[in-house]
Nanobody, 116 residues
Framework: QVQLVESGGGLVQPGGSLRLSCAASGFRFSMSVMRWYRQAPGKERELVARISPSGVVLYYADSVKGRFTISRDNGKYVGYLQMNNLKPEDTAVYHC?????????WGQGTQVTVSS
């Protein structure tokens, strides 16, 4: 059974940091492309970052370049999104998506709120 569980979200002040995790099971994590998306209230879902199965970073949204880092540990079946210098406009629900062959797997999302 495929399962993706995100964690690490929360409330943080502007300028703070959070590290999101995406724990995967039920498929060959090391062969999947991992994406992080976010969706803020009233806005469309936005692709934040993407990483290849071997750990090559493929994409960052312009809005997060230099502040966010995507990574993965294939041995642990976990993906990460390190978020530094957070801004109020980063407030959103963040979702991990794994693309494995023709399949897309999604987690339930984790809320990130940046506010003073």
């Amino acid at each position: 059974q495929v399962q993706l569980v995100e964690s690490g979200g929360g409330l943080v002040q502007p300028g703070g940091s959070l590290r999101l995790s995406c724990a995967a099971s039920g498929f060959r994590f090391s062969m999947s492309v991992m994406r992080w998306y976010r969706q803020a209230p009233g806005k469309e879902r936005e692709l934040v970052a993407r990483i290849s199965p071997s750990g090559v970073v493929l994409y960052y949204a312009d809005s997060v370049k230099g502040r966010f880092t995507i990574s993965r540990d294939n041995g642990k079946y976990v993906g990460y999104l390190q978020m530094n210098n957070l801004k109020p406009e980063d407030t959103a629900v963040y979702h991990c998506c794994q693309v494995y062959g023709a399949n897309e797997y999604w987690g339930q999302g984790t809320q990130v709120t940046v506010s003073s």
